[in-house]
């Protein structure tokens, strides 16, 4: 089941006399619980792609399809209701609330959903324990070590049922065994029916994914589908 579809998009930008192609002409799709990275060097569009995917920006032409819905002409308002019920954010810098608890910062984005207090606390605190933090949550980000920190961030991102995961350089900020715990993380999630796309330059993060795309100047250099890393 197709969960995401771009047609001819494109996202172009003017600097100075120069017209940037960050994307050129895009065409594919994600099926549910596809498990799919997106690799690159800098300035290939992956940061673009992440923004249109999550979005965050529009495209300059083209579509964007979300579960059906054509969300490259959606108004601003309705943009951010898509981004807070569609897609779970997971960012390498985690984005955390410092003076509020694990508990606090994973209820956040109910409160922009209009969930009563009671029923935020409880939905939190299953993602919380879905990500293994449950003896840690009323401790705040400084009291926590980097791998904890990340596992809030996804525990977040997890706690409004998003159709999609979209993580960008996840393990960025995080040492190597940190980083095989987290990666390992999300690759029970996506064993859960969870739809995760990540962003990443770290053929190492992309050997994960069933799917890996790599974006060359703004256009798909090639999109294979592997066995995962064990």
Known sequence: MEIIKLEKLS???????EQIKALDKINLSINKNEYVAFIGSSGSGK?????????????????YLLNNKAVSSLKADELAEIRNKE?????QSF????????????????????VPLD??????KEALQQVGLADRMEHIPNQLSGGQRQ??????????????????????NLD????????LLFDEL???????????????????CQRVIRLEDGRVASDIKQERAA
């Not at 984005?95 to 209009?114: D, E, K, T, W």
């Not at 991102?157 to 993580?167: D, E, Q, R």
């Not at 190597?176 to 990666?183: C, F, G, P, R």
């Open 47 to 63: 940061s673009t792609m992440l923004n249109i995917l999550g979005c965050l920006d529009r495209p300059s032409s083209g579509q």
């Open 176 to 183: 190597s065994k940190t980083t095989a715990e987290i990666m």
């Open 119 to 124: 029923k935020r606390r409880i939905r939190a």
């Open 11 to 17: 996202k172009h930008y003017v600097m100075g006399q």
């Open 87 to 91: 897609i779970g954010f997971i960012f």
């Open 95 to 114: 984005n955390l609330l410092p003076r509020v608890s694990a508990l606090g910062n994973v209820m956040q984005p109910l409160i922009y959903s209009g």
């Open 151 to 172: 596992r809030v961030a996804i525990a977040r991102a997890l706690v409004t049922n998003p159709s999609i995961l979209l993580a960008d350089e996840p393990t960025g």
């Open 190 to 208: 996506h064993a859960r029916n969870q739809t995760i796309i990540i962003v990443t330059h770290e053929p190492e993060i992309a050997q994960h």
